[in-house]
């Protein structure tokens, strides 16, 4: 199971992420039910731990503009196991989006210094 607790309105959990060469680096990431990508991380983030590019993305923002956006590939320990990921540049608090919780049961007590709770899913 993956915790975290809310802060400011904002369900967040810690997340270690890897990069090659054995950079790593502990994150308070926001999670966030509207992003459908796994993992956004900021450019200085990216940069420092080396990630490798991947490909460029396109997205629409809430206000139905059109950005592009650098795409590249990390892995998480999620949920006591190393997973792959891909990775979108964006400058703003690290996100996990609804790729990344794909699988899991997300339980939040939406109150100051509430429970986030994950849980894997049973097969069915």
């Not at 997205?59 to 956006?69: P, Q, R």
């Not at 699988?103 to 509430?114: A, T, V």
Request: net charge negative; glycine share 8%.
């Amino acid at each position: 199971m993956i915790t975290g607790v809310v802060e400011v309105r904002e369900a967040r959990v810690e997340l270690q992420v890897h990069g090659p060469e054995g950079r790593n680096q502990r994150l308070n990431a926001v999670i966030d039910t509207v992003y459908t990508a796994s993992l956004s991380l900021p450019p200085a983030v990216i940069s420092s731990l080396g990630l490798r590019w991947q490909s460029i993305g396109r997205g629409i923002l809430a206000d139905g503009s059109e950005c592009l956006f650098d795409v590249f590939e990390a892995e998480v320990d999620w949920d006591d196991e190393r997973t792959r990921v891909l990775v979108d540049e964006a400058d703003t608090d690290p996100l996990i989006g609804m790729a990344l919780l794909s699988g899991f049961e997300l339980n939040i007590q939406i109150r100051p210094r509430g429970q986030v709770n994950i849980r894997k899913l049973l097969e069915p």
